[in-house]
């Protein structure tokens, strides 16, 4: 079984910065891939990033392209995701979730998901 834990949220102004982490704890050598995921009231959960644990490779979603950056310490257990020029309309919960089979962006693809950490960006 494997239990994902997100932190680093936080309330900040348009432009700023913020980090968010998962810690993965339990078996993990077999996960494929990882994905940040968001929503927010009212919306649908949509896909952020997600990174091949293998390979590296990652994908973003239109709208954070550029401004966040996903990463991984496979020696820690350890996905990030570094978010810059913050906007009000990335205010949302940030979960991160783990897939074994194939890497995806689509929320009902994964299996686990952490408890999320919320990012609030004010204007």
């Known amino acids: 079984q494997v239990q994902l834990v997100e932190s680093g949220g936080g309330s900040v102004q348009a432009g700023g910065s913020l980090r968010l982490s998962c810690a993965a704890f339990?078996?993990?050598?077999?996960?494929?891939?990882m994905g940040w995921f968001r929503q927010a009231p009212g919306k649908e959960r949509e896909g952020v990033a997600a990174i091949n644990t293998g390979g590296g490779s990652t994908y973003y979603s239109d709208s954070v392209k550029g401004r966040f950056t996903i990463s991984q310490d496979n020696a820690d257990n350890a996905l990030y995701l570094q978010m810059y020029d913050l906007k009000p309309e990335d205010t949302a919960m940030y979960y991160c979730a783990a897939l074994w089979d194939y890497c995806s962006a689509v929320p009902d693809d994964f299996r686990i998901w952490g408890q999320g950490t919320q990012v609030t960006v004010s204007s």
């Open positions: 339990g078996y993990t050598d077999s996960i494929y891939c």
